[in-house]
Each structure stands twice: as structure tokens, then as C-alpha cells.
């Protein structure tokens, strides 16, 4: 029996018109530009302005490119799996209206959640109904509106985070490429460091909660800092150990885009050359569940089949990991 491995074929991506540059945040808090581009690499990101609007508009609109950069029909995907921590409301699932929306009528759907490695855990889900041969389309989009969960008099916070979707596609492979191997971690730990308060099970909302500013991200960025630089650093070494891989062996570093020193540290520990590593930090800041697929989609057309792709991702909770992957596609 011919051995199936899940693929990566298709990408896309939105991000919002509304670019927030540092020299903007300059007037909102205490705060410029230097310290924050030393500090994160990031010059500007892009917000979600317009009214009514959430994550569903923009993994709408990643989805949309996808499939039309794919020229695939959306009644064939069987799968929607959403990566987000901004879902558009409690209850309903935004990957199944996203779903709907974009004519997936034949496909089912559900939300993961796991804070900034939602999309490399989706990643992980995707490619096991794949490997599994019951599915041959299953659609992985990662988005976040981060803006909405943001406290924009807290300089901890807002110069980090911005707003955007990107989306790919997983098929059967039958030449050995696709997902070789994964590495997920998660770690209870990191539950006080990185939160929101209110609005969950244990503090509904109230106007007490809402007067506190209790619905926006708390984050202790010293201790996440310092988890994240060991956590991805350890797992990007040991999925290159465990599969025999040198530093000449690993064409690509697709790193989640939360701090370019968080990188860095990523990228020494592998042994990398800078160019080696994909960057647009610069552009998004941290997208949360989009910045993997955001860096597919930016850099797509350096990508060449056979390629040896090392992702990784650190977030709340404490969630981290790293995948192994073979590129399966030269852009037309």
C-alpha cells in the first residue's frame, strides 16, 4: 500500500489596509520607535478598522485567495479547520460560517484554539485526516484580530500585536513530501502569564469586569520571553536531531513572528544563516494564529518542491511545538 503524507499546495493570505506604524504609537503611549524596533523588530502592523467587521471577514478573505490563486472548487474541500483566539463570538464556531461563506458547503468545520500555536497544532490536525485517507482537501486558515483584545493605553501590549489571516491548503502526497514529523508541547505553567482575565466561565462579563479593563491581554512579558526563547529553540533542535537533519539539510526556519530576538535565538540553536530564516515581523508584528501562514504566503515564491521547512511557534498557555515539512510545490 502506497504510503499517504499530507502536503501543503495552495496558500493565501488578507491582511487590513490600516497600517499602524510605531511613529502612530509614539502619540498613544510611552513609547518610540527606536526601543520598540530594538525590542521586536517590528515597525508597523496592520488593524481591522472597520465596524461590524472580525476574524471571519479576514479568514474569509485568505480563504477567497486560496482558492482562486488555486483555481480549486470550493464544494471539494471536505475539512475547515480554524486557528484562532479571536473567534467572532463565544458558542457559534467562526470556522463554520467561514466555511459557508466561502461555498465549502460539502466540507464540516470547527475552531482550535491554542493561542499563538493554533495554526502549527491545526497543522498537526490537518495532516492526521489527510494521513488518515478519508480526506483529500482540508483547508487550514489561520487568523486573528488581535486589535480586539488589545488595550491601546498599554505600551506592554500594543506595539505587539496586529491583525491578519493567511490560509493553505493540505493534500494527499504519494512522493514523500508533506509532514514528516512534529514535536507539540504544552505546559499549564504559562496560564498567569499570558491571559485575559474576564470573559470566560470563571469571570463572566460584568460591568465591574468591563470598568477594570479585565477583557484585554495581560501579558508578563519577561517570563514569556524568557519560556519562549528555550521553548521553540529546544524543539526546532530536537525535530532536526530526531530526524537526522544538519543545518545544511534545513532550507527554510518558518518561525511564528512574536519577537525577531525570540527568532534569532531559534535560528542560532539550529545553527542557521540568517538567510535562512523567514522574516515579516517588520510588517505584521505578531498576527497570532497568522503568522505561519502569513510567511508562506509572503515568501511562496521562494519556496521550491523538496525543500526542508522547520516551523515553529510558542504561545499562552503555555503552547509551543515544531513540525518538519516538505515543500511539495514550485509556484507557477
Given at each position: 500500500m502506497t504510503t499517504i503524507t499530507a502536503a501543503i499546495t495552495a496558500v493565501g493570505s488578507y491582511v487590513p489596509e490600516f497600517v499602524l506604524s510605531n511613529q502612530v504609537?509614539?502619540?498613544?503611549?510611552?513609547?518610540?520607535?527606536e526601543w520598540i524596533t530594538t525590542r521586536t523588530g517590528i515597525k508597523e502592523r496592520r488593524l481591522l478598522k472597520e465596524k461590524g467587521?472580525?476574524?471571519?471577514?479576514?479568514?474569509?478573505?485568505?480563504?477567497?485567495?486560496?482558492?482562486?490563486?488555486?483555481?480549486?472548487?470550493?464544494?471539494?474541500?471536505?475539512?475547515?479547520?480554524?486557528?484562532?483566539?479571536?473567534?467572532?463570538?463565544?458558542?457559534?464556531?467562526?470556522?463554520?460560517?467561514?466555511?459557508?461563506?466561502?461555498?465549502?458547503?460539502?466540507?464540516?468545520?470547527?475552531?482550535?484554539?491554542a493561542a499563538c500555536s493554533s495554526f502549527l497544532y491545526g497543522m498537526s490536525n490537518?495532516?492526521?485526516?489527510?494521513?488518515?485517507?478519508?480526506?483529500?482537501?482540508?483547508?487550514?486558515?489561520?487568523?486573528?484580530?488581535?486589535?480586539?483584545?488589545?488595550?491601546?493605553?498599554d505600551r506592554a501590549t500594543?506595539?505587539?500585536?496586529?491583525?491578519?489571516?493567511?490560509?493553505?491548503?493540505?493534500?494527499p502526497n504519494y512522493e514523500g513530501l508533506g509532514l514528516q514529523d512534529e514535536f507539540l508541547r504544552s505546559d499549564g505553567i504559562g496560564r498567569e502569564y499570558l491571559k485575559i482575565d474576564a470573559g470566560g466561565s470563571i469571570l463572566p462579563p460584568s460591568h465591574e469586569t468591563v470598568e477594570n479593563r479585565q477583557h484585554f491581554v495581560f501579558q508578563d512579558g519577561k517570563t514569556v520571553f524568557k519560556?519562549?526563547?528555550?521553548?521553540?529553540?529546544?524543539?526546532?533542535?530536537?525535530?532536526?536531531?530526531?530526524?537526522?537533519?544538519?543545518?545544511?539539510?534545513?532550507?527554510?526556519?518558518?518561525?511564528h513572528q512574536a519577537n525577531k530576538r525570540i527568532i534569532d535565538a531559534t535560528a542560532n540553536r539550529m545553527g542557521l544563516e540568517e538567510d535562512k530564516v523567514l522574516i515579516n515581523i517588520q510588517k505584521y508584528g505578531n498576527t497570532t494564529s497568522a503568522t505561519l501562514p502569513l510567511l508562506l504566503s509572503d515568501f511562496e515564491n521562494k519556496l521550491k518542491k523538496g525543500d526542508?521547512?522547520?516551523?515553529?511557534?510558542?504561545?499562552?498557555?503555555?503552547?509551543?511545538?515544531?513540525?518538519?515539512?516538505?515543500?511539495?510545490?514550485?509556484?507557477?
Open positions: 504609537l509614539e502619540t498613544m503611549v510611552d513609547t518610540n520607535d467587521k472580525g476574524t471571519s471577514y479576514m479568514a474569509i478573505k485568505a480563504a477567497q485567495d486560496l482558492i482562486s490563486k488555486a483555481q480549486i472548487n470550493p464544494e471539494e474541500i471536505d475539512l475547515v479547520i480554524m486557528a484562532t483566539a479571536t473567534p467572532d463570538m463565544p458558542v457559534a464556531s467562526t470556522g463554520v460560517y467561514v466555511a459557508s461563506q466561502i461555498g465549502a458547503v460539502n466540507a464540516f468545520a470547527f475552531d482550535l484554539v490537518a495532516a492526521a485526516y489527510i494521513q488518515s485517507g478519508r480526506y483529500k482537501k482540508v483547508l487550514l486558515i489561520g487568523a486573528d484580530k488581535m486589535s480586539s483584545i488589545i488595550d491601546y493605553t500594543c506595539i505587539i500585536f496586529g491583525d491578519g489571516a493567511g490560509a493553505v491548503l493540505f493534500e519560556y519562549a526563547v528555550s521553548g521553540m529553540a529546544d524543539v526546532s533542535e530536537k525535530i532536526m536531531k530526531r530526524n537526522n537533519l544538519t543545518k545544511e539539510d534545513i532550507n527554510w526556519l518558518v518561525a526542508n521547512l522547520i516551523f515553529a511557534a510558542f504561545g499562552g498557555g503555555f503552547t509551543w511545538g515544531a513540525i518538519y515539512l516538505k515543500w511539495a510545490y514550485n509556484k507557477k
